[in-house]
T-cell receptor, first 110, second 112 residues
Framework: ELKVEQNPLFLSMQEGKNYTIYCNYS?????LYWYRQDPGKSLESLFV?????AVKQEGRLMASLDTKARLSTLHITAAVHDLSATYFC??????????FGSGTKLNVKP | DTAVSQTPKYLVTQMGNDKSIKCEQN?????MYWYKQDSKKFLKIMFS???????INETVPNRFSPKSPDKAHLNLHINSLELGDSAVYFC???????????FGSGTRLTVV
């Protein structure tokens, strides 16, 4: 079974700082997704990464994919309080099953 | 106009009862899913249907039975509810890999 590991699981940071969330997965896949979940809410799609070297940016968030290292990163630049949420990476295997990481709970302090 | 809608949003029930959660999507997607999110926020797939046909059936107690009357609907029926069934259940749909999943707002099930 495909394993997806995120770290850190919890991240408390000051506004204005930069940080990176890491997502490692155990078997070959070139389809990786990042989602955001606010407390008590559904999951919102952030990024879809479909090839090695893919990089996507939206506002203060940038995601990248290295399929050879089986690693994706979600980089946060100059964090603001509105980014506080739980972030999930998910990997799609060859049988169209999504495997989610355990999530990174981000708290950005003013 | 909600893309993936689930009802009810909250469900509190006693052990041993039978309950259903409904899901509908208006995106024209062919594939629908049920996921369970436990208290530690871990998401795990339960079932997947493609155009009314069951294609993924994870190791889930047979008290859980999905039903897809058409490709826009995927309902989840749970018999003899147990305390451990308490969780948030998310419905999702997808069409292609390019966009990933669209999730419903979730149903918070509490078994007392």
């Amino acid at each position: 079974e495909l394993k997806v590991e995120q770290n850190p699981l919890f991240l408390s940071m000051q506004e204005g700082k930069n940080y990176t969330i890491y997502c490692n997965y155990s078997t070959t896949s070139d389809r990786l997704y990042w989602y955001r979940q606010d407390p008590g809410k559904s999951l919102e799609s952030l990024f879809v990464l479909l090839s090695n070297g893919a990089v996507k940016q939206e506002g203060r968030l940038m995601a990248s994919l290295d399929t050879k290292a089986r690693l994706s990163t979600l980089h946060i630049t100059a964090a603001v309080h509105d980014l506080s949420a739980t972030y999930f990476c998910a990997v799609l295997n060859n049988f169209n099953k999504f495997y989610f990481g355990s999530g990174t709970k981000l708290n950005v302090k003013p | 106009d909600t893309a993936v809608s689930q009802t009810p949003k909250y469900l509190v029930t006693q052990m041993g009862n039978d309950k259903s959660i409904k899901c509908e999507q208006n995106l024209g997607h062919d594939t629908m899913y049920w996921y369970k999110q436990d208290s530690k926020k871990f998401l795990k797939i339960m079932f997947s249907y493609n155009n009314k046909e069951l294609i993924i059936n994870e190791t889930v107690p047979n008290r859980f039975s999905p039903k897809s009357p058409d490709k826009a609907h995927l309902n989840l029926h749970i018999n003899s509810l147990e305390l451990g069934d308490s969780a948030v259940y998310f419905c999702a749909s997808s069409q292609t890999d390019y966009y990933g999943y669209t999730f419903g707002s979730g149903t918070r099930l509490t078994v007392v």
